[in-house]
Nanobody, 128 residues
Framework: QVQLVESGGGLVQAGGSLRLSCAAS????????MAWFRQAPGKDREFVAA????????DYAESVNGRFTISTTNAWNTVYLEMNSLKSEDTAVYYC?????????????????????WGQGTQVTVSS
């Protein structure tokens, strides 16, 4: 089992920055990838960013590429999402996910069904 706890959300003005954290505990050595997803009211949960353990490779949704950065500690027990140049459309609940599956294809990690564990989410609100 893996437990994930997100923090760092809040209210920020458009153009501002926030850093989200996801603290992982339990059998974290099984995690092959970790990611951030987000869900706005009335919408499906959507992929934001992922980081893969074996290669350290990162992937981003087109809507956040160049503005957001995902990173981890060396021990892979905390995952961060640095968010810059925030826009009103970034407003959502942000969720951290952990996947125990290894896939050669990075696109495997773009889907919610690829993740075994989720945190409770943290609200990000960007005012325009």
């Amino acid at each position: 089992q893996v437990q994930l706890v997100e923090s760092g959300g809040g209210l920020v003005q458009a153009g501002g920055s926030l850093r989200l954290s996801c603290a992982a505990s339990g059998r974290t050595f099984n995690n092959n990838a970790m990611a951030w997803f987000r869900q706005a009211p009335g919408k499906d949960r959507e992929f934001v960013a992922a980081i893969r353990r074996r290669t350290g490779g990162t992937d981003y949704a087109e809507s956040v590429n160049g503005r957001f950065t995902i990173s981890t500690t060396n021990a892979w027990n905390t995952v961060y999402l640095e968010m810059n140049s925030l826009k009103s459309e970034d407003t959502a609940v942000y969720y951290c996910g952990a996947s125990t599956t290894y896939s050669y294809y990075s696109s495997y990690y773009y889907h919610t069904g690829s993740y075994d564990y989720w945190g409770q989410g943290t609200q990000v609100t960007v005012s325009s």
